[in-house]
C-alpha cells in the first residue's frame, strides 16, 4: 500500500479477517477540502468588503420597495403584452436559431467523431470563448451593429444558445455508445452515415431536453436584455424603475413571473417524456 | 477466399500484434480462432475488413489486396463482410427491425437515411432476416429490452440484411450464458451451412469451437501456433501448446506448481 505524507499523520483504518489477513481504508481527504474552502470565503469577504452592518441596516429598505409594489397596477397591464410577447419571441426564435446552428461544431468538436485533434481544440476553444462572452455584453454589441429593438436581443440569445447547446451536445456525443459506430463502419458506411444512425438516436433525447432547458432559461435572460436596448421587457421594467412607479414594476414582475412559471412547467413535463 | 501472406502488423507503441501470418481460408469455411487474451485473435481478424491495418506482407481477398483500398473502394469492399461484436453493437434507444434496417444505410441517399425513411421492401428484407435467426416477433420491440442472446442474434440479423459473403465475429458468445452461447453457436453453424457463407469466429470457449467450427487455428503472441481439423486432432497436446500450458480440454485452467 502507498502512503502519502496525509495518510502518515491520519492513519488509515485497519480492517482484521479472523483468519489474520488484513484489508486498509485510507483516511477521507474531505477536511483538506472543507478548510480550503471556509480559508477561501473568509478571503473574499475581506476583498469584496462586505459588510454585515450594512446588510442589517439597509435591508429594510428592500421590503419598502417591495411593498410599494402592491398592489400591482393592473390598468398598465394592456402595455406589457406587447413587450412580453416580443421577449418570448426573441428568446424562443434565438433558442432555436442557436441551437440547430451549433450541431455540426458540435460534432467537429468531439473526440470520438471528429479524427482531427486540432479542429477539436479549436472547436473547443470557441465554444469556451462564446461562452465566457456574458449575453448582456452580446447584446449591447449586436445593438451598436443591428439598431435597437429585437433583432438585437434576439442575436444575443441566439450567440448564448449556440455557445451553450454546443458545449452539452458535444460532452453527450463523447459519452456515446461507440459500439453501434464501429458496427456502422465495419458495414461500409461513410463517418457522417455512421452518425446519423448510430449517435443521433442515442443523442437526441438529450439534444431535445437541453434545448428546451435553454429556452426557459433564456425567457428570464431575455427580460433583462432591454436595459441595453435590446428590445423586450426589460426595456420597460428599466423605465418604470427609473420613474419609481412601482406598482407599474409590480405589475411586470408578476406578469414575467406567471409567464416564466407557464414555460418552465411545460418544459419540465416535455423534458421527463424525452429522457 | 481470404489469403494471408506473411502478414505482420506493428502497432504505433511498437507493440508486435501479428507475426508472419500465412493463412488461406476458402469460401464457406467455419474457422475458430482460439488463443489467450491478447495473443492478437481480435487483430487477426479485424485485419481482413481493415478496421486494423496490417504493417508488413500482403492480405488478399477474392484476389483483391485489402491495403490497397481506401475510401469508396474500401467502403464498398466491406459491404461484402459482416462482423459481430462482442458486446453486440446495436442502437439500444430503438426498435430491433430499425438496427437491422441500419444495415442498407451505406446504399441509401443521405436523407433517406437522416429521416429515417425506408422502403417497404428494405423493411421486407429486414424482417426476413430477423426471421432467420428465430426473433421475427421481436421485430417492433426497443433493443435494450432484450437479453443478450436475442440482441446478439439482432446483430446477426443485421449482417445477414448486408448480403455478405464472409462474416466476422469477435468473441460473440463471451457475454452469453453456456445455453444461450450454444444456440447463437447453433445460428452461426446453420448460416454457414445453408447460405455457405464464410466464418471466423474468436472465441475463448474450446468445447464450443470444438463442437461448432471445422477448422480450428491457435494463436499464441501473435503467431499461428496450430491449424488443423476441428474433429480428430490430439487436443491436449495442442491445447497446451496454444495456451502456454494452462488449460485444459474442458477450459478448465490448470493449477500451477
Redesign the interface.
Known sequence: MNLTFYDKIFKPREYVLPNGKKAYKKASRAPIYAILILAMSALSVKITGFDMEVLVSRIGQFFVILGEMFPPNADYMPKIWEPLFDTIKMSLLGSVVGALLSVPFAMLASTNVCPSKIIVSVMRVMFSLIRTLPTIVIALVATLVFGLGTLAGTVAIAVFSFGYIGKLTYEEIETV?M??F?????????R??AF???IV??VL?FYLSNCLFNFEGNVRYAAVLGYVGAGGIGLILNEKISWREYPSVGMILVALFVTVFIIETVSRALRKKLV | MIKFENVGKVYPNGFEGLKDINLEIEQGEFVAIIGLSGAGKSTLIRTI?R?HDVTSGKLTVDGVDVMSLSGKT??????K???I?Q????????TVI?NVL??F??DMP?YR??FGIYTKEEKIKALECLDKVGILDKAFVRADQLSGGQQQRV?LA??LA?NPQIILADEPVAALDPVTANQVMGDFKRINEDMNITILINIHHIDLALKYANRVIGIREGKIVFDGPAKGTQWDEVLDNIYVGKVDREGNLQEEG
Open positions: 455508445d459500439g453501434a464501429e458496427a456502422m463502419q465495419a458495414m461500409g458506411a461513410t457522417s452515415e446519423i444512425s448510430a438516436p442515442q433525447p | 475488413n478496421m474500401l467502403r464498398r469492399f466491406r459491404r463482410i459482416g462482423m461484436f458486446s453486440f453493437n446495436l442502437i439500444t434507444r430503438t430499425k441500419t444495415a444505410v451505406p443521405w437515411s437522416a446483430a443485421r449482417t448486408q
